[in-house]
């Protein structure tokens, strides 16, 4: 299993700033993934945080946006750069176990974010 | 592409009901993987099951069922006496597979079950 910890669990932030989401996890994993829920809708997959290089970005999502980073094989973090109202959301961080063979996907808590 | 359609949104059941939560879903994979997700109010995603394409076998896990058809492309959820703490949201969802980068998961948009006493 893989205890995950998000932070900020939530958040108010003022348009046009930035703020940095982390994720980290108790154990090593092998994927690093970060899904976006908007309110009252379903998760939607950003990006694939890949170890030591750029991250792969869904149709609809770009770096400058959600730049994110992992540097080891426990952390990693997304950024929500230049927030507007309509990037008020739950970001959430998933894993997949390195030693996994359940098939469990696991998900952090998610960070709650407000944009006014 | 792969797609997740969960027809109904909102759900509610008098407890001790049984209710079932649909699931079709969509690709070109020959193998893949469904999974069911429940949200309650707190807003974590607690996972339920894991289902790969060459396991039709249904299964049972308390009071919790899944029917997994695939001549008909569906992974069907039922609760069994339905309890006031199964009041959530229940995803269902999709990948290729359950290691490396095609593990990401499509979602479908979401049940909202209410139970009520």
């Known amino acids: 299993s893989a205890v995950i910890s998000q932070k900020p669990s939530r958040d108010i932030c003022q348009r046009g700033t930035s703020l940095t989401i982390q994720c980290q996890v108790d154990s090593q994993v092998t994927m690093m993934f970060w899904y976006r829920q908007q309110p009252g809708q379903s998760l939607t997959l950003i990006a694939t945080?890949?170890?030591?290089?750029?991250?792969?970005?869904e149709s609809g999502f770009v770096i400058d946006k959600f730049p994110i980073s992992r540097p080891n094989l426990t952390f990693s973090t997304l950024t929500v750069s230049n927030m507007s109202p309509e990037d008020s959301s739950i970001y959430l961080c998933?894993?997949?176990?390195?030693?996994?063979?359940?098939?469990?996907?696991?998900f952090g808590e998610g960070s709650r974010l407000t944009v006014l | 592409a792969q797609k997740v359609t969960q027809a109904q949104t909102e759900i509610s059941v008098v407890e001790k009901e049984d209710v079932t939560l649909d699931c079709v879903y969509e690709t070109r994979d020959t193998t893949y993987y469904l999974f069911w997700y429940k949200q309650p109010p707190s807003g974590e995603l607690v996972f339920l099951i894991r289902r790969n394409s060459f396991d039709e076998q249904n299964e049972i896990s308390g009071r919790y069922s899944w029917n997994f058809q695939k001549s008909t492309s569906s992974f069907n959820f039922t609760i069994t006496a339905s309890q006031v703490v199964d009041s959530a949201v229940y995803f269902c969802a999709l990948s290729e597979s359950y290691t490396g980068a095609n593990s990401k998961l499509t979602f479908g948009k979401g049940i909202t079950l209410s139970v009520r006493p």
């Open positions: 998933s894993v997949v176990p390195l030693n996994g063979n359940t098939g469990e996907l696991f």
């Open positions: 945080a890949n170890q030591g290089s750029e991250a792969t970005y």
